[in-house]
């Protein structure tokens, strides 16, 4: 970490939990989080659940958002959620691009351009990511992957909206494997996304963006981790199930 970007540390709850359940985790993660102020803190529930888990945080340090969002206005889009429902229910953030939504609704590098300009003319912070897969990553090819999803994915965008970007590395091989890239294997990649956008928008932006890692963060890692120079946080699955481990985490940035 460098102290120049204040740490964020977000919660994807994916498709997990229910009404009752998320409400519970909600107050534990706004009760064991109280004091901390060494990171910005948000929660990703699943769109149904967003608006009791609005009402348990509003007015608190702890942010929410959505885990994804359609990059059309409105319309005959049957089954998707826009940026204004969102906002509606008082989100600050939306995760786009995530790994899952590229593997099981054939997401492309072109989808996260036009939902990451949704998000930011909406006035919402999207958490754009980006990661290779294992093949990817075994034939020598993750910086090329990489190299797209970041030119691709941010393309274009004004250097007023990049400051608003946030972008999450997960490796796709640690995602809910318990195999975490080591931080030397994060930090490469965190670095090397830092350098693409030193060229694409100055090194005044680059410096400023946070660039969270993810694939199974746990309290027992996330120290090392957000250590290395280029690491501003996580995006934590698994582990932010439970308000106590996510909570750890939160701890590591102290
Ligand atoms: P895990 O922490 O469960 O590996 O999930 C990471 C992730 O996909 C967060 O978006």
Same mark, same amino acid.
């Given at each position: 970490?460098d102290?120049?970007r204040k ?11 229910d ?21 910005d803190?948000? %929660? ?5 659940l ?9 007015? =608190?340090a702890?942010?929410?958002?959505g ?12 089954? !998707?959620i826009n940026?204004?429902?969102?906002? =509606?229910?008082?989100?600050q ?9 590229? @593997?099981?609704?054939?997401?492309? !590098? ?9 998000? $930011? ?8 990511? %980006? ?7 075994d034939s020598?090819?993750t ?10 994915g ?5 250097s007023?909206e ?8 997960e ?5 809910g494997?318990?195999?975490?890239a080591?931080?030397a ?10 350098? $693409?956008l030193a060229?694409?928008f100055g090194e ?6 946070r660039?969270l890692?993810?694939? =199974?963060?746990?309290p027992?890692?996330?120290?090392e981790?957000?250590?290395?120079k ?5 995006l934590?699955?698994?582990? =932010?199930?439970?308000? @106590?481990?996510?909570a ?7």
């Open positions: 970490m102290e120049r740490p964020l540390i977000a919660g994807n709850w994916k498709m997990n939990l009404l009752a359940g998320a409400t519970t985790l909600a107050r534990e993660v706004l009760q064991r989080t109280a004091r901390m102020r060494t990171a803190i948000c %929660v990703l529930p699943a769109s149904p967003i608006q009791a888990v609005a009402k348990v945080l509003e007015g =608190s702890v942010g929410f958002g885990q994804d969002i359609s990059p059309e206005e409105e319309g005959a889009f049957t089954g !998707d940026a204004r429902m969102l906002l =509606s229910l008082g989100c953030y939306v995760c786009i691009g995530h790994s899952e939504r590229r @593997e099981f609704h054939l997401e492309t !590098d072109e989808s996260v351009r036009a939902k990451t300009g949704r998000a $930011l003319a909406s006035g919402l912070i999207p958490i754009v990511c %980006v990661g290779e897969r294992l093949a990817e990553r020598g090819a910086f090329q992957r990489i190299e797209r999803q970041i030119t691709v941010l393309g274009g965008l004004s007023e990049m400051a608003r970007v946030v972008v999450a590395y490796p796709v091989w640690a995602i494997t318990g195999r975490t080591t931080p294997q994060a930090e490469e990649v965190h670095e090397y996304i830092r350098k $693409l060229g694409m005044v932006i680059a410096s400023r963006t660039i890692y993810g694939g =199974s963060v746990k027992g890692n996330a120290r981790l957000m250590g290395q280029d690491v501003d946080g996580a934590v699955g698994g582990a =932010s199930l439970s308000a @106590e481990s996510f750890g985490i939160v701890e590591c940035t102290g």
